[in-house]
């Protein structure tokens, strides 16, 4: 197989399943670039995530749409911001045993090539389990790079990414708290314009992807207290993963305990 070859391949599939997990993420002051770049990164580190991905410039250009017209400089400006917000990125989970709040790095390191515009990273331990794709069954969803190239705009990228973790099942509610957060929009923010000029230009434009796709404003009053999505279920991911039910609490205990080791041998290394 030559160069050409490998490359190509490596391009394909672009739809990769990651654990729900994944929407725990923090990434607080992403630009729809930023957003771009980690879905590409997130890709190639699910597809080995134990190991230490390079990414030539070329599939990062192609991945994230990074066409010829963005020069090297542009291009090099847009991956260092990405990786300087990344060192500040943390995954988040509850730890029922302790009554804590844990976040953790998601990256142990990333570097660029300023001459070749080459990006290597490594997955923290915790990464890896967020991006384990090799198990097929409930608790999972998945990201597409293709269909991530073809949206347009920061908060339609961000409801995307939501809205495919819920793919098997066509709901998906969401506090208008959390919805603030996760857009990264101020909880002061115009009720009427995050409705007219994000929420709504949002769904018409996710209409494609996840059909009969509608969203309720869930009411409390005449306060807005969370928002309802509906739309039918993604039959080819439903084929990939059975739709995963209330975890157990052996199911929680586990995850945590899976989550703590990782913590504790990720230190030892480290010292």
């Known amino acids: 197989m030559n160069k050409k070859e490998k490359k190509e391949e490596g391009l394909l599939p672009k739809e990769v399943l990651v654990k729900n997990f994944f929407n725990s993420i ?12 980690f879905v590409a990164i997130t890709y190639k580190i699910a597809l080995s995530p134990n ?29 260092n911001e990405l990786l300087e917000k990344l060192q500040g990125s943390t995954y988040v989970y509850f730890n029922d045993k302790t009554n804590e709040k844990v976040y953790v790095n998601i990256l142990e390191y990333m570097k660029i090539n300023v001459v070749t515009g ?24 998945s990201i597409d790079v293709n269909l991530n190239l073809i949206l347009s705009g920061k908060y339609t990228k961000i409801i995307s990414l939501m809205l495919q ?32 000029e994000i929420i ?29 999505f509906t739309f039918q279920t993604h039959k080819k991911i439903a084929e ?32």
Request: charged fraction near 30%; aromatic fraction near 10%; proline fraction near 3%.
């Open 118 to 141: 080459d990006v290597t990273i490594k997955a923290t331990p915790f990464f890896q389990e967020i991006l384990e794709v090799n198990i097929k069954e409930g608790g999972f969803f």
């Open 51 to 79: 190991k230490e991905i390079i990414i030539e410039q070329e599939e990062l250009r192609k991945l994230t749409g990074m066409g010829e017209n963005v020069s090297i400089s542009v291009y090099n400006a847009h991956v």
């Open 26 to 37: 923090n990434i607080k002051s992403f630009k729809e670039k930023d957003i771009d770049i």
């Open 165 to 196: 973790q819920w793919n098997n099942f066509g709901r998906f509610y969401i506090s208008k708290e959390k919805l603030y957060e996760k857009l990264q929009l101020s909880e002061k923010a115009n009720v009427k314009y995050v409705n007219n």
């Open 240 to 271: 990939q993963a059975e739709p995963c039910s209330e975890p157990s609490l052996q199911d929680i205990e586990k995850t945590t305990s899976l989550i703590d080791e990782n913590i504790r041998k990720y230190f030892e290394e480290v010292k």
């Open 200 to 228: 709504m230009p949002a769904v018409k434009q996710l209409g494609k992807q996840f059909i009969d796709l509608k969203v309720e404003k869930m009411k409390k009053g005449r306060s807005i207290t969370g928002y309802l």
